[in-house]
């Protein structure tokens, strides 16, 4: 059974640059959540998607935004690019809720913004 | 004060000992995870609780909903278990600890 793949697995972006980061999630699964990883804030939730739509949302700024698509596949788009996004954005898929059910991570897109 | 406290931060061990992580959280919740991260990036859910404990292997989780605390216990650690473990909290939204690094040595 395939895992959850996130694409691309590295990008560099230029400040004020838009990116866009892709998550399938393990076949059959319906949710999908984001988080941010950097050195200084460890772990953030960024929002969880269920049935294609968004269910919870942290406290990022509205440069950040995802959608999921019928297949539950899932993305999120950054606009506007600032130095401080550089990250390690993390995928998770679940069956159902993430609040009920196991989370599966992906490897992470690493996002260097320069 | 941070929701989720981790301790201790780091942590170094001899390859046989027991090993104890510990997580305390200040809010509500539905469940806590316990996340396992390797160098790399790449992150492993290793248990989800709401209550009691679980055993998986060498690895065993507890949880104590009244005073808001869980515990990640590792017996007969082995090298390959040096890694950074995670505490989250789910209500909501999801709020991580700040991670404990741990090493064990051969």
């Known amino acids: 059974k395939a895992g959850v793949t996130q694409t691309p697995r590295y990008l560099i972006k230029t400040r004020g640059q838009q990116v866009t980061l892709s998550c399938s999630p393990i076949s059959g699964h319906r949710s999908v959540s984001w988080y941010q990883q950097t050195p200084g804030q460890g772990l953030q939730f960024l929002f969880e998607?269920?049935?294609?739509?968004?269910?919870n949302k942290g406290n990022f700024p509205g440069r950040f935004s995802g959608r999921q698509f019928s297949n539950s596949r899932s993305e999120m788009n950054v606009s506007t690019l600032e130095l401080g996004d550089s990250a390690l954005y993390l995928c998770?898929?679940?069956?159902?809720?993430?609040?009920?059910?196991?989370?599966?991570f992906g490897q992470g897109t690493r996002l260097t913004v320069v | 004060k941070n929701e989720v406290e981790q301790s201790p931060q780091n942590l170094t061990a001899q390859e046989g000992e027991f090993i104890t992580i510990n997580c305390s959280y200040s809010v509500g919740i539905s469940a806590l995870h316990w996340l396992q991260q390797h160098p790399g990036g790449g992150i492993v859910s290793l248990f989800m609780l709401s209550s009691g404990k679980k055993k998986h292997g060498r690895l065993i989780a507890t949880i104590n909903i009244q005073e808001k605390h869980s515990s990640l216990h590792i017996t007969a650690s082995h090298p390959r278990d040096s890694a950074v473990y995670i505490c989250?909290?789910?209500?909501?939204?999801?709020?991580f600890g700040a991670g404990t690094r741990l090493t064990v040595k051969p």
């Open positions: 998770a898929s679940s069956l159902g809720r993430m609040e009920n059910t196991e989370a599966f």
């Open positions: 998607y269920f049935s294609e739509t968004q269910r």
């Open positions: 989250a909290v789910r209500n909501n939204d999801m709020r």
